[in-house]
C-alpha cells in the first residue's frame, strides 16, 4: 500500500513539471495516455483467476455491507482510515494555493516538488506495519493521531516559513500512512478468509474521507485561508482520536 501514497504524491511533482513545461492540459493528456496503456497492459498480463467464493458480484457488493456492519472492529478502523485520508487532502488540496500567492509565489514545477517531501514521510513509516504485526497496533495508531495533530501546528507556522511547512509535510505524511498500515493489519487478521472484502469496505471509506477533505479544503481556504485549512485538519484529527479511543476498547490487545 505505500505504492498508493507514493504514486498520489510523486504524481504531484510530476503534474508540476509538465505544467511548467506544456501547461495544465498536458497533464491530463499525459494521464489519459497512461491510462490506456495501464488498461492493455493489465488486460495483457493479469491471470485468470478461478472464482473462490460462490457468488455473484452484486451478492459481494452486498457482503462488504453486511462485513462492515457486523464487525466492530472494521467500523472503528474505517473510520481511523476515513479521517486519516481527509487529513492528507486537506493539506494537499490546499497547499499549491498558499505556494502559489505571498510570500512564496513559487512556479508549478517549484509546488510539485514538495510531493518529494510527501514521499519521504510516506516512506519512513514503512516500520508501522513490523510493529503491528508485533502486537503494537494500538501503540502505532495512537502515536500517528497524535503525531498527525502535532503536524498541524508546523503547518500552520509554514503559512509564512518554508522550514517549518516542510517539517509539517514530513510528520502528517508519515503519521498518515503509519496509521494506514496498521489498520489494515488489524483488519486482516479479523477474517483471513474475507481479507479482499474487508480491504474493499475499509478502501471505500478511505476514498471517501479523501474526497470528502478536498472538499473541506478548498471551502475552509475560500472561507478562512490557510490558518482555517489548519484548523480544519486539527479538529478532525481530534474527532480521530476520540474515536478511535472510543473503538479500540474492543480490539483484542495484541494483533496476531
Not at 478461478?50 to 457482503?63: G, N
Not at 486537506?90 to 514538495?114: K, N, Q, R, V
Not at 498518515?176 to 479479523?190: C, E, G, L, R
Not at 478562512?224 to 483484542?252: H, Q
Request: proline fraction near 3%.
Amino acid at each position: 500500500m505505500s505504492g498508493l501514497l507514493l504514486g498520489i504524491l510523486l504524481a504531484r511533482t510530476v503534474a508540476g513539471g509538465l505544467a511548467q513545461l506544456g501547461g495544465w492540459r498536458t497533464v491530463y493528456w499525459t494521464a489519459s495516455l497512461l491510462m490506456v496503456v495501464m488498461a492493455l497492459a493489465l488486460w495483457r498480463a493479469l491471470p485468470r483467476v478461478k472464482q473462490s467464493v460462490p457468488m455473484s458480484y452484486p451478492q459481494l457488493l452486498a457482503s462488504i455491507f453486511h462485513l462492515y456492519a457486523g464487525n466492530r472492529v472494521l467500523r472503528t478502523r474505517a473510520w481511523t482510515g476515513c479521517l486519516s485520508f481527509a487529513n492528507f487532502s486537506l493539506l494537499w488540496t490546499s497547499m499549491a494555493f498558499l505556494l502559489a500567492g505571498a510570500p512564496y509565489h513559487f512556479s508549478e514545477g517549484e509546488i510539485g516538488l514538495l510531493g518529494l517531501v510527501g514521499a519521504a514521510g510516506a516512506l519512513a513509516a514503512r516500520q508501522a506495519g513490523a510493529l503491528a504485526d508485533k502486537g503494537k497496533a494500538k501503540l502505532t495508531t495512537r502515536l500517528g493521531l497524535l503525531l498527525m495533530l502535532l503536524s498541524w501546528a508546523a503547518i500552520a507556522w509554514g503559512a509564512e516559513q518554508l522550514a517549518p511547512l516542510i517539517v509539517g509535510i514530513l510528520l502528517l505524511d508519515l503519521a498518515v500512512q503509519a496509521v494506514h498500515i496498521t489498520n489494515q493489519s488489524v483488519i486482516y487478521a479479523q477474517m483471513p478468509e474475507a481479507r479482499n472484502r474487508l480491504n474493499a469496505g475499509y478502501m471505500t471509506s478511505y476514498f471517501m474521507g479523501g474526497a470528502a477533505g478536498s472538499l473541506l479544503s478548498a471551502t475552509a481556504y475560500h472561507l478562512w485561508g490557510w490558518y482555517g485549512v489548519c484548523g480544519a485538519g486539527a479538529l478532525l484529527t481530534v474527532v480521530n482520536l476520540l474515536i478511535w479511543a472510543a473503538g479500540s476498547r474492543f480490539e483484542p490487545e495484541k494483533i496476531n
